[in-house]
Every structure is written in structure tokens, then in C-alpha cells.
């Protein structure tokens, strides 16, 4: 019975039994992160450039700040979702994607 709840603690700590693969990503480098303080920082620039009166340098800074806020989001929900890319500009769940492939296989050994 301990063995079993430590398994359910260790489970719970990684995800909730999601495969290693989920695990050892989330683990890793954050590019939304990147973005979400360059974004911030840009964004603090262009309050900046306001304040020295320089509206120009403030738009472009303001529209590269609100460029990498929505790359940051972008990031962080692929992340999150644990989606791989598919085609052009489709992404789908990695277990969608691993279930196809493992059904494809399948019937490649069948026939």
C-alpha cells in the first residue's frame, strides 16, 4: 500500500502520468518566457521614449512589445497543450499525433 501512494505522489508530481517525453519538455527551455520579458521590456522602452518625447521610437517599440506578448502567448499555449506541429501551420496534441502513427504502423504490419 506505501509503494502505491508514493507511485501516486510521484505521478501527481510529473504530470499526472504523462509520458517522460511530456515531462522532460516541460523541464526545459521556456521561449515564452524569452518573449514575455523582452516584450516588457520593450514595452517599458517605448514608456520611456514617451516620456524623452520621442513618439516615433515609441510606436515601434510599443508594436514590437505587443509582437512578442502575442509570440509569448503563442509559446506558452503550445507549451501548455503539448502540441507538435503538423503540415504548414496546423498543430495538434502529441497524443492524437502518436495514436495515428501507431495505427498507421499497425496496419503497415497487417498487410
Same mark, same amino acid.
Given at each position: 500500500?506505501?509503494?502505491?501512494?508514493?507511485?501516486?505522489?510521484?505521478? @501527481?508530481?510529473?504530470?499526472?502520468? &504523462?509520458?517522460?517525453?511530456? %515531462?522532460?519538455?516541460? !523541464? +526545459? /527551455?521556456?521561449?515564452?518566457?524569452? *518573449?514575455?520579458?523582452?516584450?516588457?521590456?520593450?514595452?517599458?522602452?517605448? @514608456?520611456?521614449?514617451?516620456?524623452? &518625447?520621442?513618439?516615433?521610437? %515609441?510606436?515601434?517599440? !510599443? +508594436? /514590437?512589445?505587443?509582437?512578442?506578448? *502575442?509570440?509569448?502567448?503563442?509559446?506558452?499555449?503550445?507549451?501548455?497543450?503539448?502540441?507538435?506541429?503538423?503540415?504548414?501551420?496546423?498543430?495538434?496534441?502529441?497524443?492524437?499525433?502518436?495514436?495515428?502513427?501507431?495505427?498507421?504502423?499497425?496496419?503497415?504490419?497487417?498487410?
Amino acid at each position: 500500500m506505501e509503494a502505491s501512494g508514493g507511485d501516486e505522489r510521484a505521478q @501527481a508530481a510529473f504530470g499526472g502520468g &504523462r509520458d517522460a517525453g511530456s %515531462a522532460k519538455a516541460r !523541464a +526545459g /527551455f521556456h521561449l515564452g518566457r524569452v *518573449f514575455q520579458v523582452a516584450a516588457y521590456a520593450l514595452l517599458l522602452t517605448a @514608456a520611456v521614449l514617451l516620456y524623452l &518625447r520621442r513618439p516615433e521610437a %515609441a510606436f515601434l517599440a !510599443a +508594436g /514590437f512589445g505587443a509582437a512578442l506578448w *502575442f509570440l509569448n502567448v503563442r509559446a506558452t499555449l503550445i507549451r501548455k497543450h503539448d502540441l507538435v506541429k503538423v503540415g504548414g501551420r496546423n498543430y495538434r496534441p502529441r497524443s492524437e499525433v502518436e495514436a495515428d502513427a501507431g495505427e498507421d504502423s499497425g496496419e503497415d504490419a497487417v498487410e
